[in-house]
Nanobody
Framework: QVQLVESGGGLAQSGGSLRLSCAAS????????MGWYRQAPGKQRELVAT???????KYQDSVKGRFTISRDNAKNTVYLQMNSLKPDDTAVYYC??????????WGQGTQVTVSS
Protein backbone atom coordinates (compact mmCIF):
# COMPACT_ATOMS: atom_id res chain seq x y z
CA GLN A 1 0.00 0.00 0.00
CA VAL A 2 2.96 2.30 0.54
CA GLN A 3 4.44 3.93 -2.52
CA LEU A 4 7.33 6.29 -3.07
CA VAL A 5 6.95 8.09 -6.37
CA GLU A 6 10.07 9.70 -7.75
CA SER A 7 10.24 12.39 -10.39
CA GLY A 8 12.63 14.93 -11.82
CA GLY A 9 15.30 12.75 -13.33
CA GLY A 10 16.52 13.12 -16.85
CA LEU A 11 19.34 14.44 -18.96
CA ALA A 12 21.42 17.44 -17.99
CA GLN A 13 24.52 19.11 -19.30
CA SER A 14 27.67 19.28 -17.25
CA GLY A 15 27.26 22.23 -14.92
CA GLY A 16 23.49 22.09 -15.15
CA SER A 17 20.85 21.39 -12.54
CA LEU A 18 18.10 18.93 -11.78
CA ARG A 19 15.67 18.66 -8.91
CA LEU A 20 14.47 15.27 -7.76
CA SER A 21 11.28 14.76 -5.79
CA CYS A 22 10.01 11.75 -3.92
CA ALA A 23 6.49 11.72 -2.53
CA ALA A 24 5.35 9.02 -0.15
CA SER A 25 1.76 7.89 -0.25
CA UNK A 26 -0.21 5.32 1.66
CA UNK A 27 -0.18 4.58 5.34
CA UNK A 28 3.26 5.69 6.45
CA UNK A 29 3.50 6.90 10.00
CA UNK A 30 6.23 8.40 12.16
CA UNK A 31 8.69 9.03 9.35
CA UNK A 32 12.12 9.70 10.75
CA UNK A 33 15.05 9.71 8.35
CA MET A 34 14.74 10.41 4.64
CA GLY A 35 17.49 10.15 2.10
CA TRP A 36 18.77 9.68 -1.40
CA TYR A 37 20.99 6.92 -2.72
CA ARG A 38 22.46 6.36 -6.15
CA GLN A 39 23.88 3.49 -8.12
CA ALA A 40 26.04 3.73 -11.22
CA PRO A 41 26.53 0.78 -13.57
CA GLY A 42 28.88 -1.78 -12.09
CA LYS A 43 29.02 -0.01 -8.75
CA GLN A 44 27.48 -0.50 -5.34
CA ARG A 45 24.57 1.64 -4.28
CA GLU A 46 25.88 4.54 -2.23
CA LEU A 47 24.39 7.09 0.11
CA VAL A 48 24.13 10.59 -1.32
CA ALA A 49 22.42 12.57 1.42
CA THR A 50 20.13 12.21 4.42
CA UNK A 51 17.87 14.54 6.35
CA UNK A 52 16.26 14.09 9.74
CA UNK A 53 12.77 15.14 10.67
CA UNK A 54 14.25 18.21 12.34
CA UNK A 55 16.17 19.19 9.23
CA UNK A 56 19.68 18.02 10.06
CA UNK A 57 21.47 17.08 6.85
CA LYS A 58 24.43 14.93 5.92
CA TYR A 59 26.13 14.63 2.55
CA GLN A 60 28.60 12.44 0.77
CA ASP A 61 31.80 14.41 0.30
CA SER A 62 31.60 14.33 -3.48
CA VAL A 63 28.31 16.26 -3.53
CA LYS A 64 28.91 18.76 -0.73
CA GLY A 65 28.36 22.30 -1.88
CA ARG A 66 26.51 21.15 -4.99
CA PHE A 67 23.52 19.13 -3.77
CA THR A 68 20.89 20.14 -1.24
CA ILE A 69 18.46 17.76 0.40
CA SER A 70 15.23 19.07 1.89
CA ARG A 71 11.88 17.72 3.05
CA ASP A 72 8.31 18.74 3.56
CA ASN A 73 7.03 16.79 6.52
CA ALA A 74 3.42 17.77 5.92
CA LYS A 75 3.58 16.28 2.43
CA ASN A 76 5.88 13.36 3.24
CA THR A 77 8.10 14.49 0.42
CA VAL A 78 11.87 14.65 0.12
CA TYR A 79 13.77 16.64 -2.49
CA LEU A 80 17.26 16.67 -3.88
CA GLN A 81 18.39 19.83 -5.61
CA MET A 82 21.41 19.02 -7.74
CA ASN A 83 23.52 21.89 -9.04
CA SER A 84 26.83 22.00 -10.86
CA LEU A 85 26.25 18.50 -12.14
CA LYS A 86 29.17 16.40 -13.28
CA PRO A 87 29.30 13.33 -15.52
CA ASP A 88 30.27 11.30 -12.44
CA ASP A 89 26.84 12.09 -11.01
CA THR A 90 25.30 9.86 -13.67
CA ALA A 91 23.43 7.10 -11.88
CA VAL A 92 20.03 5.79 -10.93
CA TYR A 93 18.86 7.74 -7.91
CA TYR A 94 16.68 6.12 -5.26
CA CYS A 95 14.83 7.80 -2.43
CA UNK A 96 14.52 6.13 0.93
CA UNK A 97 12.11 6.72 3.78
CA UNK A 98 12.53 5.21 7.22
CA UNK A 99 9.36 4.87 9.25
CA UNK A 100 8.40 3.57 12.66
CA UNK A 101 10.03 0.30 13.70
CA UNK A 102 12.91 1.00 11.29
CA UNK A 103 10.86 0.00 8.28
CA UNK A 104 12.50 1.21 5.08
CA UNK A 105 10.67 2.10 1.91
CA TRP A 106 12.34 2.63 -1.45
CA GLY A 107 11.44 4.49 -4.58
CA GLN A 108 11.57 2.89 -8.00
CA GLY A 109 14.63 4.84 -9.01
CA THR A 110 15.03 7.63 -11.51
CA GLN A 111 17.80 7.91 -14.07
CA VAL A 112 20.04 10.96 -13.97
CA THR A 113 22.39 11.34 -16.90
CA VAL A 114 24.93 14.14 -17.12
CA SER A 115 26.62 14.67 -20.45
CA SER A 116 30.05 16.16 -20.91
Amino acid sequence: QVQLVESGGGLAQSGGSLRLSCAASGRISSVTLMGWYRQAPGKQRELVATITRGGTTKYQDSVKGRFTISRDNAKNTVYLQMNSLKPDDTAVYYCNVRAQWDIDYWGQGTQVTVSS
